[in-house]
């Protein structure tokens, strides 16, 4: 069955990627011969398992919001090897971490991170990597507890930002800018030299993920949705 999307809306779909031997097989059917090729190429059992999922996953969201089977669905690519559908209709991005997946779907460019909330061991150096001036003297701002969180929060930003505009990570962290407040939700200031109004979401997930949504155009209406990846 067809789910549609209305106008103003981004549905932003999450899951977890965990899954028995069988389910593996399973999900592994409605996959395209090249990213069969792609799983069988990590040398790590678990991350093939998860990428096999997430992929399942994918697959499963455009699947309900194209009323196609998840396994004719097929991609076509940017310049920058940003996914889009072949055949035409909503856009979309996708993300995971840990044993999770998120996939944002709706009716213009739009880009989506997830992190899940965890300790960094090299905190300071990530960030004098990724951060501008005015984004390292933000993160001083919070208690030391909360800025492992903080970091995390504020690369989801960046991440879907440049991912949304399609160059992704290679686009230059740096070149996003946002206003993470101790209190208050994260905005963009400057996202490349795009001259295009992006818009900055945080999307409600369980409190150990972090999530993040650029779209194209103000006003947009964020739907969460829970879903298994183990049906169609």
Same mark, same amino acid.
Request: glycine share 6%; proline share 6%.
């Given at each position: 069955?067809?789910?549609d999307?209305?106008?103003?809306?981004?549905?932003?779909?999450?899951?977890?990627?965990?899954?028995?031997?069988?389910?593996?097989?399973?999900?592994?059917?409605?996959?395209?011969?090249?990213?069969?090729?792609?799983?069988?190429?990590?040398?790590v059992?678990?991350?093939?398992?998860?990428?096999?999922?997430?992929?399942?996953?994918?697959?499963?969201?455009?699947?309900r919001?194209? +009323?196609?089977?998840?396994?004719?669905?097929?991609?076509?690519?940017?310049?920058?090897?940003?996914?889009?559908?072949?055949?035409?209709?909503? %856009?979309?991005?996708?993300?995971?971490?840990?044993?999770?997946?998120?996939?944002?779907?709706?009716?213009?460019?739009? +880009?989506?991170?997830?992190?899940?909330?965890?300790?960094?061991?090299?905190?300071?150096?990530?960030?004098?990597r990724? %951060?501008?001036?005015?984004?390292?003297?933000?993160?001083?701002?919070?208690?030391?507890?909360?800025?492992?969180?903080?970091?995390?929060?504020?690369?989801? %930003?960046?991440?879907?930002?440049l991912?949304?505009?399609?160059t992704?990570?290679?686009? +230059?962290?740096?070149?996003?800018?946002?206003d993470?407040?101790?209190? +208050?939700?994260?905005?963009?200031?400057?996202?490349?030299?795009?001259?295009?109004?992006?818009?900055?979401?945080?999307?409600?997930?369980?409190?150990?993920?972090? %999530?993040?949504?650029?779209?194209r155009?103000?006003?947009?209406?964020?739907?969460?949705?829970?879903?298994?990846?183990?049906?169609?």
């Amino acid at each position: 069955m067809k789910i549609d999307i209305p106008n103003g809306e981004v549905q932003v779909w999450w899951a977890s990627l965990e899954a028995t031997d069988s389910q593996t097989e399973e999900l592994r059917r409605v996959l395209s011969p090249e990213e069969t090729r792609r799983a069988e190429r990590f040398r790590v059992e678990a991350a093939a398992r998860r990428f096999i999922a997430a992929r399942a996953a994918l697959r499963s969201v455009l699947g309900r919001t194209t +009323g196609t089977d998840p396994a004719d669905i097929t991609f076509a690519f940017g310049e920058h090897g940003k996914p889009r559908l072949s055949g035409g209709g909503p %856009c979309f991005n996708a993300s995971d971490t840990g044993n999770f997946v998120v996939v944002a779907v709706t009716t213009t460019e739009v +880009g989506i991170d997830i992190e899940l909330v965890r300790s960094l061991r090299r905190r300071d150096r990530l960030a004098r990597r990724i %951060c501008t001036k005015r984004e390292l003297d933000a993160l001083t701002r919070f208690p030391e507890e909360q800025r492992d969180a903080a970091l995390l929060r504020l690369w989801t %930003c960046k991440e879907a930002a440049l991912k949304a505009i399609g160059t992704g990570l290679p686009g +230059g962290a740096r070149n996003v800018e946002v206003d993470l407040p101790p209190h +208050g939700s994260p905005k963009l200031v400057r996202v490349l030299d795009d001259p295009d109004r992006w818009a900055l979401y945080s999307v409600d997930l369980p409190p150990n993920l972090l %999530c993040s949504t650029v779209i194209r155009g103000p006003d947009w209406r964020i739907v969460s949705r829970q879903f298994s990846i183990y049906s169609t």
